[in-house]
């Protein structure tokens, strides 16, 4: 499996942005797919996650301000991002596993990150 994370940028404070994370690769048919931040000297964290039967969660700060979700047909998960704040500064990545607890645990495939600066 590959993954691979795109739509990153610099953006101003309460700006959007849209990230994409394309999948190739076997795919099985019940998987999940999340997002995690990693910020500059902080741990990675898990900001929103997807399965295959439609289950979403958000972590609690991005809640209201990011959606994520998924075409199916297109392998590819979507993270978009609004009302966006300097504290979602960070580099993006994608996660991929069979489960949505594999995907928590940070297990499976890893893409290479998208970069996302908010700043004025």
């Known amino acids: 499996v590959q993954l691979q994370a795109s739509g990153g940028g610099l953006v101003q404070p309460g700006g959007s942005l849209r990230l994409s994370c394309g999948v190739s690769?076997?795919?099985?048919?019940?998987?999940?797919v999340g997002w995690y931040r990693q910020a500059p000297g902080k741990q990675r964290e898990l900001v929103a996650s997807?399965?295959?039967?439609?289950?979403?969660n958000y972590v609690n700060s991005v809640k209201g301000r990011f959606t994520i979700s998924r075409d199916n047909d297109k392998n590819t998960v979507y993270l978009q991002m609004n009302s966006l704040k300097s504290e979602d500064t960070g580099v993006y990545l994608c996660n991929w596993d069979r489960s949505l607890r594999g995907v928590e645990a940070g297990r499976g495939y890893w893409g290479k990150g998208t970069q996302v600066t908010v700043s004025s």
């Open positions: 690769g076997i795919i099985f048919s019940v998987n999940a």
């Open positions: 997807i399965s295959s039967g439609g289950i979403i």
